[in-house]
């Protein structure tokens, strides 16, 4: 792992650092900034994000050609009832299939730039699959030309391989403009180009649906162009709503709902930075949010018993209780990348790369007590009612723990919880009262 970390953080050097290392800006004075030395700075971003994804290519495509062999080479060990050599090939696999997210959240920290941390247009991007594209069986190839093509057109733009990320799900390229976000199509092929010949007759004015040439045009090529259609109805709905953010889901078809909360806030990443300084003394650190998250940190020797030791003792103080690994904030889509974090540079490179362990639980009894403390009326689902909101095939899944869910009641509107609230407690660092107080300020 050593080559690949020093290659890593060079991605990130590229990523994150190189626009102001090569255009420093007065961040403390920004009324001094002029515009000239913001376009600079700009170009010099966008350029560090091009060789930035140069390198996550360079790095992923030999990766998941090595995913791609060990996962025959462990199907035919298995075949072979070789256990020792599955265990053995599981372990490679695990280990690939990891540098690979590494990479991919890069693509993402990418991303999250271009979107400004807008949670509410990134989403807008993303289906709700987690399975991303196999890069080995895409076009790949015209992509990158194509964004070759852009970034010699425009020395300030910047396209973003959509593919690379592990979210966005409309388009093969972002084209960053400025302040502007164009979603590329990147159609090839034959029959792919005939499709846009029969767009483009469709939408002149004198077209007559008795005069197609249908010699050339089966159903497969009506499918395909139904596909496309559809692709491209998407990227409209997404263009709106970027341009003046309302309108139609592209996935849902339903009208955006865009939720606010009139309430600041609060983080307890401070808390958990002083942890993680304490943990040099002992190599452990342990400590609690609220009295509902626990949290326990590990270095050097005892990082090989911490998940075991840390169950244990959440176990005993927590009856019902979920229990994360910080480091699976890799991976999670349309979560804020891990490089956002302010524990530094050093901390977040030993989380990467295990150096550094961090659990976290959750108290789900104690998180209900604190939604009725705060007046929002919060109760665990029998059994019998939870089967029932499963049976009714939601789109979106509750969270379930032991077959139940959690509904809370807001302005007379029940809601049952999804799986978010743990992500936005153990993972975004969210505390518990300020994670109810948004609740209850929403409009």
């Not at 993402?108 to 196999?134: C, E, H, L, M, T």
């Not at 592990?166 to 499709?195: M, N, Y």
């Not at 983080?267 to 300084?277: C, P």
Request: aromatic share 12%.
């Amino acid at each position: 792992m050593e080559t690949f970390e020093i290659k890593i953080k060079e991605i990130f050097h590229l990523i994150a650092e190189y626009g102001i290392r090569n255009k420093p800006l007065d961040f403390k004075n920004p009324e001094k900034i002029t515009e000239k030395e913001k376009i600079e700075f700009l170009s010099q971003v966008h350029k560090g994000f091009r060789l930035g994804q140069n390198l996550i290519i360079q790095e992923i495509v030999p990766l998941l050609k090595e995913l791609k062999a060990l996962k025959q080479d462990e199907k035919q060990a298995r075949r072979d009832k070789n256990k020792g050599l599955v265990n053995k090939l599981n372990s490679k696999l695990s280990l690939t299939q990891y540098k690979i997210k590494i990479l991919r959240h890069f693509a993402d920290f990418i991303a999250w730039q271009v979107f400004k941390g807008d949670y509410y247009k990134a989403r807008r991007f993303f289906s709700g699959d987690k399975n991303r594209p196999d890069l080995l069986n895409t076009n790949l190839e015209s992509v990158i030309r194509a964004v070759e093509h852009f970034h010699k057109e425009d020395d300030f733009s910047f396209a973003l391989i959509t593919d690379l990320t592990s979210f966005i799900d409309i388009g093969d390229i972002l084209l960053i403009k400025k302040d502007l976000i164009k979603i590329v199509e990147c159609k090839e092929g034959v029959v792919q180009k005939k499709i846009y010949e029969f767009f483009d007759y469709a939408e002149q004015d004198d077209f007559d649906v008795t005069k197609i040439d249908y010699s050339d045009k089966d159903s497969k090529f009506f499918d395909q162009a139904e596909r496309t259609l559809k692709q491209m109805e998407k990227g409209i709905k997404v263009s709106n709503f970027l341009k003046n953010e309302e309108g139609i889901d592209p996935f849902s078809n339903e009208k955006i709902t865009v939720l606010e909360s009139t309430h600041i806030r609060k983080y307890y990443y401070e808390y958990l930075m002083n942890l993680i300084e304490e943990s040099k003394l002992n190599y452990s650190a342990y400590g609690e949010i609220e009295k509902i998250i626990y949290i326990g940190i590990y270095r050097e020797n005892k990082r090989a018993i911490a998940p075991y030791l840390f169950k244990e003792i959440v176990n005993h103080i927590y009856e019902k209780n979920v229990i994360v690994d910080y480091v699976n904030l890799i991976g999670i889509p349309l979560k804020d990348p891990i490089f956002f974090k302010p524990f530094g540079v050093a901390n977040i490179f030993d989380i990467i790369f295990g150096r550094l362990k961090i659990y976290l639980a959750i108290d789900l009894d104690k998180l209900i007590e604190l939604f009725n403390s705060k007046g929002i009326v919060t109760r665990w689902l029998s059994k019998k009612e939870t089967h029932k909101i499963l049976d009714e095939a939601r789109k979106y899944k509750p969270f379930i723990f032991d077959n139940r869910a959690i509904e809370i009641t807001l302005n007379e509107q029940k809601i049952t919880l999804g799986d978010s609230f743990l992500i936005y407690l153990l993972f975004d660092n969210l505390t518990p009262s300020s994670y109810v107080e948004t609740y209850k300020n929403l409009k």
